[in-house]
C-alpha cells in the first residue's frame, strides 16, 4: 500500500509560512450598522485556489444582516421576511455564503481587486493576483440597540483547509492620494488557514515515473498510487468516450480518469536524457489523465539536489525556491502565459513538456545510486506518489555517459587528415 506525508497538520515543508489569510476590516460605524472590508490573501508560495474559487463563509453571533454589498455576493438572501414593507437585505442568513464575482461584472459593483470568480494565484506564479476583497454595509434585523459583533467558524469552502479564530490585529491602513494621505481602520481582525493535503484528500491526486538514457527499464507510477482499478470502478478504457457529465456551479467535478494500474488524474514523467561533458539534460513531461478538468494556472515543484546548477529551462518558467537559507534544491516549474499555462483534458493535447539543462558539480555530481532522480515532486501543491528507490532505473557497470561525436564530423575530420598526409 502507497503512504505519503500529505502534510496532514497543515505545516508544509516546502512552504513554512504558507496559509491563506482573511483580513476583517471595520472601516466605518454609523446608526448601528458597519462598513466593513473583507480582503483575502493567499500566502502561499506555490498553492494556489483554482475554479470554482473560494467561497467564504462564517457564523453571525447574533441577528446580523448584510444590507448591500460590492465586489461580492451572497449564494443566498435568505428569510428576509422581518423586513416585509421596507427595504429588504443583501442577505439574511446566519451563515452566508460569499462568492467572488466574475470578471466583467458591472462597473457599479466592482472595488479594488474583486471580480476573479474566486481564482486566486500562488505568491510566486503572479504575485499580482493572489488577493480578493469587497465591501459590505452590515446591520441587526432588531431594533433592540443590539450592536453588530465579530463573526466566528470562518470557512473557505475549499478542501483541505481549516480557518482558525479571529485574532485582533493592528489595525490596516491604506494609501491614498498618490501616497501622500494614509488612513487606516477603526478596527482589524485576522483569520488564518492552513491547508492539509491528507484532509483535502484521503488518497494522492499525481504519480511520478522515472527512466534514463542509460537502462532500457521504465519505472512506471506504483501500483494504485491513488486508488486501485476496482470491478466497476469509474474510468475511462482505451478508445472510449468519456462520459458527458452535468457539472453543477460552483462545484468542482470529482475526476473521471483514464484506467491504469495508478488510477491518478496527473502523471509526471522524469527523463534522464543526456549527459554531456559538463551538463546533463532532463526532460519532463506532465500529463493530464482527468477527463474533467482543465488545469489553468498549474505549477510542478521539484526537489532535487543538482537544482542549484540549473543552466537553462525550455518551454516553461522556472523560480527558485529558497526557503532554508543556503539551501538551494527546490524549484517551482510552471507554464508560459498564453502558450501552455492550462493543461488541457486528457487527450492528444492533454500534456505539457519542458527540458532543462544542469551543470554538472564535480566532485557532487554522479548518476549513482539513483542522485539523477527527484526527492520529491508535487503538482499544484499536491505531492505526488514516487517509485520505491530500489526500483530506480540502475546504472549499467559498463556505462558510457557522454553525448558521442556526430559520425558526421568524424568522416569529415578523418577526410582532413586524409588530405592533409
Known amino acids: 500500500m502507497v503512504t505519503f506525508d500529505g502534510s496532514a497538520g497543515g505545516f508544509d515543508v516546502l512552504d513554512p509560512n504558507g496559509n491563506i489569510t482573511i483580513k476583517w476590516d471595520i472601516m466605518q460605524e454609523n446608526d448601528g450598522t458597519q462598513d466593513v472590508r473583507v480582503s483575502i490573501f493567499n500566502y502561499q508560495l506555490f498553492r494556489h485556489i483554482d475554479q470554482p474559487g473560494w467561497k467564504l463563509s462564517w457564523t453571525w453571533p447574533g441577528d446580523?444582516?448584510?444590507?448591500?454589498?460590492?465586489?461580492?455576493?451572497?449564494?443566498?438572501?435568505?428569510?428576509?421576511?422581518?423586513?416585509?414593507?421596507?427595504?429588504?437585505?443583501h442577505c439574511c442568513e446566519k451563515e452566508p455564503v460569499i462568492i467572488d464575482l466574475l470578471p466583467g461584472a458591472p462597473y457599479n459593483k466592482q472595488v479594488a481587486n474583486c471580480c476573479k470568480?474566486?481564482?486566486?494565484?500562488?505568491?510566486?506564479?503572479?504575485?499580482?493576483?493572489?488577493?480578493?476583497?469587497?465591501?459590505?454595509?452590515?446591520?441587526?434585523?432588531?431594533t433592540d440597540g443590539s450592536e453588530t459583533g465579530m463573526p466566528g467558524n470562518f470557512t473557505l469552502g475549499l478542501p483541505g483547509y481549516t480557518c482558525g479564530n479571529p485574532m485582533d490585529v493592528p489595525p490596516s491602513k491604506f494609501i491614498e492620494d498618490n501616497g501622500r494621505?494614509?488612513?487606516?481602520?477603526?478596527?482589524?481582525?485576522?483569520?488564518?488557514?492552513s491547508y492539509s493535503q491528507f484532509r483535502a484528500s484521503p488518497a494522492p491526486t499525481c504519480c511520478v515515473s522515472l527512466s534514463a538514457f542509460y537502462n532500457d527499464t521504465i519505472v512506471p507510477c506504483p501500483k494504485c498510487s491513488c486508488g486501485c482499478q476496482q470491478p466497476g470502478a469509474k474510468c475511462v478504457k482505451p478508445g472510449e468516450l468519456a462520459p458527458v457529465l452535468q457539472l453543477l456551479h460552483n462545484e468542482a467535478p470529482q475526476p473521471v480518469v483514464q484506467c491504469s494500474q495508478h488510477m491518478c488524474p496527473v502523471k509526471v514523467h522524469w527523463h534522464v536524457k543526456l549527459s554531456y561533458t559538463q551538463y546533463w539534460r532532463v526532460k519532463i513531461t506532465v500529463t493530464n489523465l482527468n477527463f474533467v478538468k482543465n488545469y489553468s494556472g498549474w505549477n510542478l515543484v521539484v526537489q532535487h539536489p543538482n537544482l542549484r546548477n540549473v543552466t537553462q529551462v525550455f518551454s516553461f518558467n522556472y523560480k527558485p525556491l529558497n526557503q532554508y537559507g543556503h539551501i538551494n534544491d527546490t524549484g517551482m516549474f510552471y507554464g508560459i502565459q498564453y502558450y501552455n499555462d492550462m493543461l488541457l483534458q486528457s487527450g492528444q493535447s492533454g500534456n505539457?513538456?519542458?527540458?532543462?539543462?544542469?551543470?554538472?558539480d564535480p566532485g557532487f555530481f554522479t548518476f549513482k545510486g539513483g542522485w539523477a532522480f527527484p526527492r520529491k515532486i508535487s503538482f499544484n501543491g499536491e505531492e505526488c506518489v514516487m517509485p520505491p528507490p530500489d526500483e530506480y532505473?540502475?546504472?549499467?557497470?559498463?556505462?558510457?555517459?557522454?553525448?558521442?561525436?556526430?559520425?558526421?564530423?568524424l568522416i569529415l575530420s578523418l577526410l582532413l587528415l586524409a588530405v592533409m598526409f
Open 352 to 360: 505539457v513538456q519542458t527540458e532543462m539543462l544542469l551543470h554538472k
Open 181 to 193: 494621505r494614509r488612513t487606516q481602520a477603526l478596527v482589524t481582525w485576522n483569520v488564518t488557514c
Open 393 to 409: 532505473p540502475r546504472l549499467p557497470n559498463s556505462a558510457q555517459f557522454f553525448v558521442p561525436l556526430n559520425p558526421c564530423v
Open 64 to 89: 446580523q444582516v448584510i444590507w448591500n454589498m460590492v465586489g461580492a455576493e451572497a449564494t443566498e438572501q435568505g428569510n428576509c421576511s422581518a423586513f416585509i414593507g421596507r427595504q429588504l437585505p
Open 117 to 142: 470568480g474566486g481564482v486566486l494565484s500562488s505568491m510566486v506564479q503572479d504575485p499580482d493576483k493572489y488577493g480578493a476583497a469587497f465591501q459590505m454595509n452590515i446591520g441587526v434585523s432588531s
